[in-house]
């Protein structure tokens, strides 16, 4: 998760939506919410919650120049890759509007 001034956290958790939405809401007291990190800017997935953890160690283990580097490795104008999430997705020809 990344702050609109750049500030980084790294995390875990094995209910990945579930806790990008409460990072977003600002759930919890902590260090996201207290640096305002709200955007999803990079995830890894993992099958097993020994090597999840381990690469969250690792990662928290590296300079900020290459955590950047990984960041825009994939995400080069570092978008909010959730930003859509838990809105309406509409069709082509659909409307907003709610019909009687």
């Known amino acids: 998760m990344a702050s609109p001034s750049g500030t980084l956290n790294t995390g875990v958790t094995g209910f990945f939506e ?16 207290k640096y305002g990190c709200t955007r999803l800017v990079y995830y890894e997935s993992y099958d097993e919650v020994a090597r999840a953890i381990g690469r969250e160690k690792q990662l928290k283990g590296w300079r900020r120049e290459k955590k950047i580097a990984l960041i825009e490795k994939m995400n080069p104008r570092w978008q909010d890759l959730a930003e859509h999430w838990e809105k309406e997705m509409l069709l082509p020809g659909q409307s907003l509007k709610k019909t009687p």
């Not at 579930?18 to 919410?33: D, P």
């Open 18 to 33: 579930r806790r990008i939405m409460q990072h977003k809401a600002g759930a919890f007291e902590g260090f996201s919410k």
